[in-house]
C-alpha cells in the first residue's frame, strides 16, 4: 500500500530530480573540494553553483549562506553566535512556540544565567506584538523568532519585528525551516540577520541544512575546525547532499506560486470536509496568517495516537499534539501556549501536505477519518457533560 | 513510533468488551480527559458465587490505554472477586505480551479501575475518595499510589515512577519529592540487614564461595564471553582460574578485583582472591 503522506512539516520526500542530481555525487565524483587535485577541486565549483541556488530561494547573495547539517544546527549556531560576539549582552528573546531546536537552546542559556524572555501567542497561536515590545531593551543580545509555526502553521509578522530591530540595532535570527519553499521570502527586503533552513523540508534529503548570515554581521562559527564554509563551519562538505539542496531550492522556487496554490486548495477542501463530518471539531491557529499545507484540527473526546494509529492501518499519515505520541507526557507546548484546552489537544491531529499529494488521496482521507473518530468516541467514557468536570493541570511555563 | 506487540495492536483495532452495562452491580473509573487517558470500568456480578459475570470498558487515551483496558476486561471474566482482586498491573502487561516502558501507567490504570470498582462494590472507602497526600499536581498522584506502585514493580528510579504512574512527567516540579519517597521506601527495605560478622564454619564458607561464584559472578562474565573456574580455597585465599575470554582480557586484573569485592561483600571481609 502506498502511504498517502500528510506528514510534510516532518519530513518530506526526496524529489526525484533531487535525487538524480546528487547521485553522481555519490558515485564517482567523490572528492574533496578541498583538494588541490582536479578530480576534488572540480567539485568545489558544484558547491558553488549549489550555495547560489540556495541563496536564490531567499533572494541573498551566495556569500550569505552557509551549509550545515541541519536545522537545529543553523538555530543553534545562530544563537550561541549572538552569544559568543555580544559577551556583555545578557538577555534572550524568543517565543513559547518554537521549535525545540530553539526552546531548549533559550533554556540552556537560561541555566548558563541568561534572562530568557519567552513572548506569548493569544488564542490562535498569533506573536504577541505587545509583550515583545515590551520586552525589549538595551541588554538584548539576540532575538529568535520563528518564520512559521511547525504544528500549526502559524505565519508570524517577521516583517514588523525585523523592521523594529533594525531600527534599534538588535540582532535578529528567524527559524524559517517550515516556510523556505513554501511561501516566497526575500531577505533583500526583510531585514534578518539571521535564517535557518533545512533541507529534508523542502524535498531535499535529511542532514543538510543552511543559515543564511547577511553581510556584515558579527559571526562565531559553532562547529570549529577546518576553513570549510570560510572559516564559518569546519568539517568537510556533504558534497551530494548540498547538491541536492542547491537543486531541491531550485524546483522549489521556481514553482513557488502554483504549488501554493495546488496545495491550499487541497487543504481547505480536507479541513472543510473533516469539519463538516466530524461533529466536534475545531481548527487550531490562525487561518488567515497560516502555510499553505497546514492544518491543525482537535477532534474533542478521543486521543491523538489513538487516531493516528487507526488511520494508520489505510496507509494514511499524519501526526499529533497529544502526550501519548512524545516521548513525554505532557502534551504539545505549541497548542498549551494557545491555550486550547487539554481536552482539544489530546485529540489534535496535523495534516501537512506537498505537491506530491492528489485529489485522490484527500478524497480518500476525507472518507477514512470521520468512521474512524466516530469509533472511537463510541469506545470513550466522555461527552459533553463530562467536560465541565475537568481540571486543567498547571502550566508548566 | 512506540513498539506495541501484535496483541496490543489487535486489542486496540478490535477490541473486545467495549460498552456500558446496564444497571451495573460495580463501577470503576479512573484517570480524567486532562491527563489524557481514562477508564469506566463497568461489572456485573453474581451476588450468589461472587463472580464476575461480565465485564465492559469505557476508555479515552492512546492504543495501549485502550488495549490494557480490553486485556483487564477478558482477564477478570469469570473469576472470583477475591481472585480478580489479586491481579497485578503486570498481569495485564504480561496479558498483552509486554508494554514501551513509558507505557507501564496504562495497565496501572486497568488495576485501578478494578480496585475501585470492588471497593465501591464492597462498600468499602475507596483509597481516592480518602484525603491522600497529592505529589504531582499535573497528573494528581498521591503518595500512596507511587509507595504501592514501586513497591509492587520493584521501582527504584524517577524515570520508572513517570512511566508506571506518569508523577514527575509533566512540569518535573515534583521530582525531589518522588526521589525522597524512593529513598525513604527502599531505606526501609535495605536497612534491616546489620549483618553481624557471623562465624561461618569452613564448610559453609566453602559453599558460600561456591554459590556466590555460580549465581552472582559466573553468568555476567559468560555474558560477555568469559568464564571462570574455582581452583583451591585455603582460609580465607580464593584460588581461581580465568577462562575463556577472560584469560586474554586486559582487564583481566579488575574482573579478579571485582570478585574479591563481591565476595567480602557476600561471604566474608577477610576474603583474597588470587588468580592462577
Known sequence: MKPIYLDNNATSSVAPEVRDAMLPFLGEFYGNPSSMHLFGGQLHRQVEDARAQVAAIIGADPSEIIFTSCGSESDNTALMSAVETFPAKKHVITTRVEHPAVLNFAKHLGRKGYRISYIPVDSQGRFDMDAFMKSLDDNVAIVSVMHANNETGVVFPIAEIAAILKERGILFHTDAVQTVGKIPINVKELPVDMLSLSGHKLHAPKGIGALYVRKGTRFYPYLIGGHQEHGRRAGTENVPSIIALGKACEIAGKNISTEIQYVSRLRDKLEKALLEKCPDARINGDTINRLPNTTNISFEYVEGEAILLRIDKHGICASSGSACTSGALEPSHVLRAMGVPFTAIHGSVRFSLSRYNTEAEIDKVIEIVPPIIRELRELSPFGRDKLQACRAPRSTE | MWEYTDKVKDLFLNPKNVGEIENPDAVGEVGSITCGDALKLMLKIDRETGKIQDAKFQTFGCASAIASSSALTELIKGKTLDEARKITNQEIADYLGGLPDEKMHCSVMGQE????????????????????????????????????????????????????????????????????????????????????????????????????????????????????????????????????????CPMGGVTVQGIEAKLKELVSEDIVVESR
Request: net charge negative; with cysteine; hydrophobic share 40%.
Open chain 2, 113 to 248: 479501575a478494578l480496585e475501585a470498582a470492588i471497593a465501591r462494590y464492597k462498600g468499602e472507602q475507596v483509597v481516592a475518595e480518602t484525603h491522600e497526600k497529592i505529589v504531582c499536581k499535573c497528573f494528581n498522584v498521591s503518595e500512596e499510589k507511587i509507595r504501592r506502585v514501586a513497591m509492587e514493580n520493584h521501582l527504584t528510579t524517577v524515570e520508572e515512577i513517570t512511566n508506571f504512574t506518569k508523577a514527575g512527567g509533566g512540569c518535573g516540579g515534583c521530582v525531589p519529592d518522588i526521589e525522597a519517597i524512593l529513598k525513604d521506601l527502599w531505606a526501609v527495605k535495605e536497612v534491616p540487614k546489620p549483618k553481624e560478622p557471623k562465624k561461618l564454619t569452613n564448610l559453609q564458607k566453602i559453599a558460600l564461595i561456591q554459590d556466590v561464584l555460580e549465581r552472582e559472578i559466573r553468568p555476567k562474565l559468560q555474558a560477555d564471553g568469559g568464564d571462570l573456574e574455582l581452583l583451591d580455597i585455603e582460609g580465607s585465599k580464593v584460588v581461581i582460574g580465568l577462562r575463556a575470554m577472560c584469560v586474554s
